[in-house]
């Protein structure tokens, strides 16, 4: 019984790290995105 719960509980932790991961990838996409539109514009007005 002891192992299924940790098992469990690994399985959790792993789902979160898992969906943690991709939040931050999300994140770093948008910002990726945003930043991108504004240094080529300040390059155009250079």
Do not use: F, V, Y
Request: hydrophobic share 25%; net charge positive; proline share 2%.
């Amino acid at each position: 019984m002891g192992n299924n719960q940790t098992r469990d509980e690994n399985k959790k932790k792993q789902q979160e790290a898992r969906e943690a991961s991709r939040a931050a990838a999300l994140k770093a996409n948008l910002q990726r995105r945003k930043a991108a539109p504004t240094t080529s514009r300040q390059d155009k007005g250079a």
